[in-house]
């Protein structure tokens, strides 16, 4: 047997046993700061399991987005208060039909109505309907 040979080997073993040593400590000292599971917890409030089939109405600035929403008799539509203060009044030319009403004028909230009969149902924000914000929601 060749003793150099034995001597090198013995290195590569000595070498091969520090960078094991090495990497163990890297990783168990970096496993234990990556535990933070639950970052958003919010996403099933927005969309999630109200009726299917519902239609959203966002209301931001002086309009209703989208303007105009179609739905079938029996399904819903919510409007949410996006940004600033209105509310939600049927009726057309800005004066009340009575049909549904979401409360006085607010900010940060939401308003659903069920449509059962089909028709055509104009509706209004009354701080904002001079300026132009009005909707419509068709119902087949
Ligand atoms: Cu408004």
Known sequence: MNPKKNLAFAAVA???VTLVACSDGNSSSSSSSSSSSSSSSSSSSSSGSSGAGDVTVNL???SFSPKTVTIKAGQSVKWVWVSGT???VSGSSCSPDGKFKSGSPTSG?????KFDTAGTFDYFCTP???AGMTGQVIVQ
């Open 86 to 88: 209105h509310d939600v």
């Open 128 to 130: 904002h309907c001079s």
């Open 60 to 62: 931001s600035g002086t």
């Open 109 to 113: 909230t939401t308003f659903t109505q």
């Open 14 to 16: 000595a070498a091969f």
